[in-house]
């Protein structure tokens, strides 16, 4: 089975079905089941908020507060 590194909280958002992309510099032939490797680096305000801007595009904009709506 293939694995994918992912930092965390990603890898967990991924499981959860609550990221659904993931965007690589290099293209892959990978298609079907993989295992998802959690890394321990905690990501940084601005990927957080990133992140969190992309799910208000795609979901819902309700969800994000006051503050990353500024940011967004």
Known sequence: MKV????QPWASLIVEGLKTLEV???PTNIRGR???YGSSH???IAEQNWF???VQR????SRLTT???KNC
């Open 4 to 7: 994918l590194a992912v930092r």
């Open 24 to 26: 690589r510099s290099r």
């Open 34 to 36: 993989v295992a998802i």
């Open 42 to 44: 905690n990501p940084t």
């Open 52 to 54: 969190m801007c992309t």
């Open 58 to 61: 795609m979901e819902d904009y």
């Open 67 to 69: 503050e990353q709506k």
